[in-house]
């Protein structure tokens, strides 16, 4: 199993970015997947999963991140992305891609993409 984010880097606040992550060594459509993120400093913080066919995302309940992140899926091409808009000092973070061990939630953890890291500042 390998899975590849990119598509962090440096943004203001109020901006934009889309994470990728590319999995292969895996049949992806059989799998949930789900981003994580990592403050500096902080534990591990569930963000977003999403179901096999992509017809079911799930987020956290998080008052901060409510509306502003989209997960979404790409099964023809084994891509996850994760959609941040609207972002604030507060989301900077190491955002890992997870693979589940079912097709939907709830499951447990399976692989970790090495991260990627986004930085919020102005």
């Known amino acids: 199993v390998q899975l590849v984010e990119s598509g962090g880097g440096l943004v203001q606040p109020g901006g934009s970015l889309r994470l990728s992550c590319v999995a292969s060594?895996?049949?992806?459509?059989?799998?949930?997947m789900s981003w994580v993120r990592q403050a500096r400093g902080a534990g591990l913080e569930w963000v977003a999963g999403?179901?096999?066919?992509?017809?079911?995302?799930?987020?956290a309940e998080s008052e901060s991140l409510k509306g502003r992140f989209t997960i979404s899926r790409d099964n023809a091409n084994n891509t996850l992305y994760l959609q941040m808009d609207s972002l604030k000092s507060e989301d900077t973070a190491v955002y890992f891609c997870?693979?589940?061990?079912?097709?939907?939630?709830?499951?447990?953890?399976?692989?970790w993409g090495q991260g990627t890291q986004v930085t919020v500042s102005s």
């Open positions: 999403i179901n096999w066919n992509g017809k079911s995302p799930y987020y």
């Open positions: 060594g895996f049949t992806f459509d059989d799998y949930a």
């Open positions: 997870v693979k589940y061990e079912l097709s939907d939630l709830p499951a447990y953890f399976g692989s």
